[in-house]
Structure formats: C-alpha cells, structure tokens
C-alpha cells in the first residue's frame, strides 16, 4: 500500500506570506491526488484535486502542483492570512484513499 | 442538505462494551467509509462501503463490524471495547466525484 509523508508537522509563517507543504509518496503513481483542511475538533473538508495527467491546479489563494517523476505534490497558500491557520492533509487513492498525518500551519499576524 | 451526520458526539466506554456509532448521509452517496484519526498517524480507514448491501475492510478493521442495508445509513459497531479503540471516528461519504464529504467526528473514550 502507499506510504504517505507530509513534510513537518507543523509550519509557522508570517501573515502575506507564502506557505508551502510538501507531500511525498512511494510505490505507484496514484490517478489523482487530493488536499483537505482540517480544523480542530472538526472533520476534514475538500479543498482541491489534481489528475496525473495535470501539472498545477489552483483554487483562489491556493495553488497545488503534482509530480509524479518525484511522487511528489506541493501545496501552496499564498498571501497567506491568519484565518488560514489549520491542519492540512494530503490524499491520494490507492485501492482506497489514503491519508498523510497532516502538516499543521500556523499564520501569525 | 445536513451533509454527513454523526452521532453521538461523545462517547466514555468501559473496557468489554460494545455500541454503535451512527452515520447518515442525505446526498444519495453511494460510496461511504469509517476512519479512525490518532494523533500523529493521519486518518486510516476502517471499513468502507460502495453501496447498499456491500462492505469492505479498510486498513485497520478488527475489532470493528459495519452493515450497509441502506444508502443513507453506514453504522459502525464496536463488539468489545478496547482501550485501543479509543479514537477519533469520521464517517465519510463520496460520489461520483472522489470527494470525500466528512461528518463532525465521534470522540471515543474507552476506560
């Protein structure tokens, strides 16, 4: 099955700047790819979903880039806001979809 | 819509019990699943379901049971509770979409 990292679990940036999270994965390539974000004591909520065959998805604010040379995808929140401030989590299917731990980001104003 | 529910919303069990946590969906989702969320160890799947009358194990399913007689339903049964079990619950529903479309969570306690 896929093995799944997030990279650190938690990131601290400065209010207008640009977050970016990284999610690696191993064995196969998976036909798409997808990023949640989860707030505390909520479940996590879809925010956007990237094909194999497509390189960069954006979405307001946000931009997602998948890789599948490096089994790699980047998510990125620009001009980033303190109302951004949540745990995001990356997803990818396998026979199922499976889920990395999360990177939790913290926007300080 | 209501989307996903879940209930209850809390739950302290004592080792050896057993209980059902509830989930319904009114979007006419055909695919929906149970993951349990552990700090540090992401969302794994339980169980999951592509239709009525139609169940699957996920990643970790023992000590766990689930049944699909309706569309909207997706039950989840602990037989007997472990101090393992206690976790976070989310029941999830999808459609044609891949999108998953998550309930509030059941937070488990088990003594």
């Known amino acids: 099955s896929q093995k799944i990292e997030q990279n650190s679990e938690a990131l601290n940036i400065q209010e207008g700047k640009t977050a970016t999270l990284t999610c690696n994965y191993t064995?196969?390539?998976?036909?798409?790819l997808q990023w949640y974000r989860q707030d505390p004591g909520r479940g996590p909520v879809f925010l956007l979903l990237?094909?194999?065959?497509?390189k960069e998805k954006r979405k307001e604010r946000l931009k997602v880039t998948f890789d599948t040379t490096l089994k790699q995808s980047l998510f990125h929140i620009t001009a980033s806001q303190p109302a951004d401030s949540a745990t995001y989590l990356c997803?990818?299917?396998?026979?199922?979809?499976?889920f990395g731990a999360g990177t939790t980001v913290t926007v300080r104003a | 819509n209501a989307g996903v529910t879940q209930t209850p919303k809390f739950q302290v069990l004592k080792t050896g019990q057993s209980m059902t946590l509830q989930c319904a969906q009114d979007?006419?989702?055909?695919?929906m699943s149970w993951y349990r969320q552990d700090p540090g160890m992401g969302l794994r799947l339980i169980h999951y379901?592509?239709?009525?009358?139609?169940?699957d194990q996920g990643e970790v399913p023992n000590g766990y049971n689930v049944s699909r007689s309706t569309t909207e339903d997706f039950p989840l049964r602990l037989l007997s509770a472990a101090p393992s079990q206690t976790s976070v619950y989310f029941c999830?529903?999808?459609?044609?979409?891949?999108?998953?479309?998550f309930g509030p969570g059941t937070r488990l306690l088990v003594l």
């Open positions: 979007m006419n989702h055909e695919y």
């Open positions: 990237i094909r194999e065959n497509e």
């Open positions: 999830a529903s999808s459609g044609a979409q891949e999108t998953q479309y």
């Open positions: 064995n196969y390539s998976p036909a798409y």
């Open positions: 997803a990818l299917n396998d026979y199922k979809l499976s």
């Open positions: 379901s592509v239709g009525a009358g139609i169940t």
